[in-house]
């Protein structure tokens, strides 16, 4: 199984700080990746997929990157609306694996 | 707009068994995989398993802790999506999502529901 180890595990931030999460993968997978947001009590949502691609109708403050081993997802400017935990799937291969989870607080 | 809605969650004891189902609308449903991913109490998300389209046979992958005990399934005429759970566990209390899989933009998941809990418990 490819295992994916997302860090930090959790962060504190303030509002308009840049953030950045960073998922990195047991064996290579390509840019068979996508990044999700989930809110308390709610569904995952898609932020990116294919590593870098940006979802339709997510803001541009997100950003994806990487490929292979390492991949990271990046806020550029943290709204009150990001403070949220976030994922990262691969989907090269199964099982199909998901990090961790990176939970965003308000410092 | 694309919906997917999850329901036959539930309270159930450990060895019982339970199905859910997930109606989907808002997309050709039999041109498209389909997952299931579940999440524990407080805990990340865990891939369940999933249910090519009938191009693909409408054949089926699972995640190694489930393998053996739960079944997934599909009626392309109702746009529907199930599980079957048997024998299951307490760690197998989780909310349990269904998904559905992107075909145009990576094999990942662009939907999902709003899940349905399952609680396996004496």
């Known amino acids: 199984d490819i295992q994916m180890t997302q860090s930090p595990s959790s962060l504190s931030a303030s509002v308009g700080d840049r953030v950045t999460i960073t998922c990195r993968a047991s064996q290579g997978i390509t840019n068979d990746l996508a990044w999700y947001q989930q809110r308390p009590g709610k569904a995952p949502t898609r932020l990116i997929y294919r590593a870098s691609s940006l979802q339709s109708g997510v803001p541009s403050r997100f950003s994806g990157g990487g490929s292979g081993t390492e991949f990271t997802l990046t806020i550029s400017s943290l709204q009150p609306e990001d403070f949220a935990t976030y994922y990262c799937l691969q989907h090269n291969s199964y099982p199909l694996t998901v990090g961790g989870g990176t939970k965003v607080e308000i410092k | 707009e694309v919906q997917l809605v999850e329901s036959g969650g539930g309270l159930v004891q450990p060895g019982g068994s339970l199905r859910l189902s997930c109606a989907a609308s808002?997309?050709?449903?039999?041109?498209?995989?389909m997952d299931w991913v579940r999440q524990a109490p407080g805990k990340g998300l865990e891939w369940v398993g999933r249910s090519r389209n009938k191009a693909m046979s409408y054949t089926t992958e699972y995640a190694a802790s489930v393998k053996g005990r739960f079944t997934i399934s599909r009626d392309d005429s109702e746009n529907s999506l199930y599980l079957q759970m048997n024998s299951l566990r307490t760690e197998d209390t989780a909310v349990y999502y269904c998904a559905k899989v992107s075909s145009v933009t990576g094999y990942s998941f662009d939907y999902w529901g709003q899940g349905t809990l399952v609680t396996v418990s004496s």
């Open positions: 808002g997309f050709t449903f039999s041109d498209h995989y």
